[in-house]
C-alpha cells in the first residue's frame, strides 16, 4: 500500500468512526455504557484513529506539488487563517451547538460569528484544511486536509438534523435566524454583520499569530505574515 493510501484509510477510519459514533451508535452506546462510559469510548476512538492518521501522514513521502504556491496565494492563504481563527476563537462563547448548551437556542443571539454561520467552529476547520491544499499541494495533505472538510462540513449538517430532532422548536427557531453557508443569512437580510467581541477578535488574531508562526519551529518553513517578517 502507497504511502498516500495509508494515509487515506486511516483517515477515513478517523472520519467514519466519528459519523457513527456521533449518530446512529451513540443511542444504543450511551444505553450500554453510560454517557461517561461513551464519552470515554468516543475519545479513545477518536485519539487512536487520529493518531493513525497522523503517523501514516509522516511515513508518507511527499509527492511533487500539484501547482506552486507563490505569494499572491500565501497572501490570501494568510488572511482566510485569521478569519478562521476569529471564527474559532467566537465559537467558544454563547455557542448553542456546544454540549449541554442546546436548550439556549431558541434565545440566542445571532451576532459575531454566528451572523456569519451558525457553524464557525465547523467552517473554521473547514478553511484550515483548504488553506493547508493551497499551499501544500501533496498527495497526503490533500488526503488528510480534505478528511478534515467532509468531517467538518458533513458533520454540520448532520448536527443540524440531530440537533432539530431533539428540540424542534429551539434549534429551528435558531435555523431560522442563521445559516449554514457563510454570509448567506446576512444576505439575506436574517441577520447582521457586526458584534464579534474581543474574545473573537483579539483572541483571534493571538490564535492566528502563534499557530502560524509554530509552523517554523514544527514543520521547519514559515507560514502568515512570519513568511515575509522573517
Known sequence: MSGSMMVLAA????VLSH??????????LVQALGEKGFLG?????????????????RRAPATPPLWQAGDGLWAFVTVAMLAA?????????????????????AQAEARGVYGVTRHPMMWAFAIWGA?????????????LAGAIIVLALVGAALQDRKKAAQDPQGWMA?????????FAAIAQGRA?????????????????????????PLGGWAAGIWRWLL
Open 131 to 143: 488553506c493547508h491544499i493551497l499551499v501544500y499541494p501533496v498527495e497526503k495533505n490533500i488526503v
Open 19 to 28: 459519523f457513527l459514533l456521533s449518530h446512529p451508535l451513540r443511542r444504543p
Open 85 to 105: 481563527s476569529i471564527l474559532l476563537l467566537g465559537s467558544f462563547v454563547r455557542n448553542p451547538a456546544l454540549p449541554g448548551a442546546a436548550a439556549s437556542a
Open 41 to 57: 469510548l468516543y475519545s479513545v476512538v477518536a485519539l487512536l484513529s487520529f493518531g493513525a492518521a497522523i503517523w501514516a501522514f
Open 11 to 14: 483517515a477515513s477510519a478517523f
Open 174 to 182: 435558531w435555523e431560522r435566524r442563521t445559516s449554514y453557508w457563510p
Open 192 to 216: 447582521t454583520f457586526g458584534g464579534f467581541g474581543g474574545h473573537a477578535i483579539g483572541g483571534g488574531i493571538v490564535v492566528w499569530l502563534l499557530a502560524t508562526w509554530a509552523h517554523i
